[in-house]
């Protein structure tokens, strides 16, 4: 028999192909189920009714995190119960139809106005302390001079009316820079603006917010503690202002043609 040979039929090279054969539908195997621990069950309305689908391979098993800082265990199991109420209905009695939010679309937290339900404590710096602080907490942050200080500056929404003024700046000591604006709105309620979503016109002393009406203000999610604010608010506040984009006026979700 030839060098490397193991019968007449089967050498070392062939093993090594049928090894690495099965190594790769292994990792093929692996990779598709651990895909599946977002997502999935699927909900189907393909068949009467609804049915959650998993196809193959099966869901993952759950796996546990132990979170920085905290030290907490967190499972994550695979299939997931919903996170909030569907607040849209399809628009078209067929399965794929494209979904229209119902009651006030600016609340109704679908489309742009979307969220998902992250942990109700603060984001942390590496050295453990909350990340997201206004300047009345972290005081070492403060304007600099050939900026224009929004404090005390009136919001103006997108159709030219205020929604409130400018309260507090809230800064990111992690990478320093501006992240929110805290408002008290016309209404008395204290809730907190991206800044991402904004403009600082000093020359006109005020904030331009195009996303959402001067009105809309008073409906913004507010926070538990205006010391810090949660991973689970952040999402909802920026959500509020996304949602604007689409539903603010009901010109923005029609179609252009």
């Known amino acids: 028999m030839p060098i490397g040979a193991i019968t007449n039929y089967i050498d070392v090279a062939q093993l090594v192909l049928y090894v690495f054969w099965a190594f790769f539908f292994a990792l093929v195997f692996w990779i598709r189920r651990e895909d599946k621990r977002e997502g999935y069950p699927v909900e189907s309305l393909?068949?009467?009714?609804?049915?959650?689908?998993?196809?193959?391979?099966?869901?993952?098993?759950?796996?546990?995190?132990?979170?920085?800082h905290t030290g907490r265990l967190v499972v994550k199991p695979g299939p997931e119960p919903a996170q909030y109420?569907?607040?849209?209905?399809?628009?078209?009695?067929?399965?794929?139809?494209?979904?229209?939010?119902?009651?006030?679309?600016?609340?109704?937290?679908?489309?742009?106005?979307?969220?998902?339900?992250r942990a109700a404590e603060p984001d942390l710096t590496e050295s453990g302390k909350p990340r997201i602080l206004p300047m009345r907490v972290a005081t070492h942050f403060s304007v600099v001079?050939?900026?224009?200080?929004?404090?005390?500056?009136?919001?103006?929404?997108?159709?030219?009316?205020?929604?409130?003024?400018?309260?507090?700046?809230?800064?990111?000591?992690?990478?320093?820079?501006?992240?929110?604006?805290?408002?008290?709105?016309?209404?008395?309620?204290?809730?907190?603006?991206?800044?991402?979503?904004?403009?600082?016109?000093?020359?006109?002393?005020?904030?331009?917010?195009?996303?959402?009406?001067g009105a809309q203000f008073a409906d913004a999610p507010t926070l538990a503690s205006y010391d810090q604010i949660t991973m689970a608010e952040e999402d909802k506040v920026v959500a509020y202002y996304g949602a604007g984009t689409m539903y603010a006026t009901p010109d923005r979700a029609e179609p252009f043609l």
């Open 46 to 68: 393909r068949v009467r009714g609804t049915a959650m689908m998993e196809g193959f391979p099966p869901m993952p098993e759950p796996k546990t995190f132990k979170m920085p």
């Open 85 to 117: 109420k569907l607040n849209a209905e399809p628009i078209a009695p067929f399965p794929g139809a494209a979904l229209a939010p119902t009651g006030n679309p600016m609340l109704a937290s679908v489309g742009p106005g979307g969220y998902s339900q």
């Open 145 to 213: 001079d050939r900026d224009p200080d929004p404090r005390g500056m009136p919001v103006i929404g997108c159709d030219g009316e205020q929604g409130g003024t400018v309260r507090d700046i809230w800064v990111d000591c992690g990478e320093p820079q501006i992240r929110y604006l805290e408002l008290d709105t016309k209404n008395g309620k204290r809730v907190l603006l991206p800044m991402a979503m904004s403009q600082v016109r000093g020359k006109k002393g005020q904030v331009e917010v195009a996303s959402i009406t």
